[in-house]
C-alpha cells in the first residue's frame, strides 16, 4: 500500500501545479485570474527598461479603447486601467515625468483565444458565455497575428507619424530559429490615457507551429528596443496552439 503513496502525491501535486487557464473554463476564473493572464501568462509579458524619456503622467494606466471607439476591432476596455502607474513599473512615490525611471510595457497576444477570454471574462462577467458581444469577440477568426505594446509614453511617439510609422515597421520581427522573420504588415497606435499602445499586424501567411518551438517579437521604438521571448509549447490549450 506504501508504494502507492509517493506516485499519487507526485501526481497530486502536479494537478494543483496546473494552472488555471488549463484546468477551468474561463467562466469560472476570478477577476484576478483574468488580470494576470493579461499580465504575466504565456501570452503577456512584462518588459521594464530604463528610459530617459518621462512615462505618462496621467495617474491611470494605459487603458485599451472601446468597441464603441472601434466597432469591428475585437478589443474590450483594458481592465488594468485601475493598477494606476503599476503598469509602468513605478512605485507610489515615484514622480513619472522625473526621467531615467524605469518603463513598464506589456507585449500581448491579442489574438489568442485565452487573452480574448480573460478580456471578456473582466469586462462582462457572469455574461461572458451568454453576450452576443461577448460571443462576437471569441469566435471573430482574424487574418493577422495581432501582438499589443502597451504602456507607451506620448514622448516617445513624438515626430512625424508617418516616418515613425515606417521606422517602427522598418525594426519590427517575429523572429524563429531557422527560418526567416515575419514583419509586420501594419502597424495602428491608439491612445491611452496620457500614452498609447502599439498593435503590431503580423500575417498568418506562414503560420507558427509547435515545431517553431519558441519565438521572439522584437521592435525599436525611437531610443528604446523591445525583445520579448515566447515558448509555444507553453501557448497550447487543449492540444491547440493558441496564437
Known amino acids: 500500500m506504501k508504494y502507492w503513496i509517493a506516485?499519487?502525491?507526485l501526481c497530486a501535486g502536479y494537478l494543483s501545479a496546473a494552472d488555471f487557464w488549463q484546468t477551468k473554463p474561463f467562466t469560472a476564473w476570478s477577476e484576478k485570474d483574468a488580470r494576470k493572464l493579461l499580465e504575466n501568462s504565456p501570452w503577456a509579458k512584462a518588459v521594464t527598461i530604463s528610459t530617459d524619456l518621462a512615462l505618462p503622467s496621467n495617474s491611470e494606466g494605459p487603458r485599451r479603447p472601446s468597441m464603441q471607439d472601434n466597432?469591428?476591432?475585437m478589443t474590450v476596455p483594458d481592465p488594468r486601467e485601475e493598477r494606476g502607474n503599476a503598469i509602468h513599473g513605478l512605485d507610489a512615490g515615484d514622480d513619472p515625468g522625473r526621467g531615467a525611471a524605469p518603463?513598464?510595457?506589456?507585449?500581448?497576444?491579442?489574438?489568442?483565444?485565452?487573452v480574448r477570454e480573460a478580456l471578456?471574462?473582466?469586462r462582462y462577467g457572469s455574461e461572458g458565455a451568454t453576450s452576443p458581444s461577448?460571443?462576437?469577440i471569441l469566435e471573430t477568426e482574424e487574418q493577422?497575428?495581432?501582438i499589443v505594446v502597451s504602456g507607451i509614453a506620448s514622448a516617445i511617439l513624438s515626430g512625424n507619424p508617418e516616418k515613425l510609422k515606417q521606422g517602427i515597421l522598418e525594426h519590427s520581427a517575429l523572429s524563429v530559429k531557422g527560418k526567416e522573420?515575419?514583419?509586420p504588415r501594419d502597424i495602428q497606435f491608439r491612445p491611452a490615457n496620457a500614452g498609447a499602445e502599439a498593435i503590431?499586424?503580423?500575417?498568418k501567411t506562414n503560420p507558427l507551429t509547435l515545431e517553431d518551438k519558441d519565438k521572439e517579437f522584437s521592435t525599436k521604438l525611437p531610443s528604446i528596443t523591445i525583445k520579448q521571448r515566447f515558448r509555444l509549447q507553453d501557448m497550447v490549450i487543449n492540444g491547440k496552439l493558441e496564437l
Open 71 to 73: 466597432p469591428s476591432a
Open 200 to 203: 503590431f499586424l503580423f500575417p
Open 181 to 183: 522573420p515575419i514583419h
Open 103 to 114: 518603463a513598464r510595457f506589456i507585449v500581448e497576444w491579442r489574438t489568442a483565444l485565452p
Open 144 to 146: 493577422d497575428y495581432e
Open 7 to 9: 506516485p499519487l502525491l
Open 134 to 136: 461577448a460571443k462576437k
Open 120 to 122: 471578456v471574462r473582466i
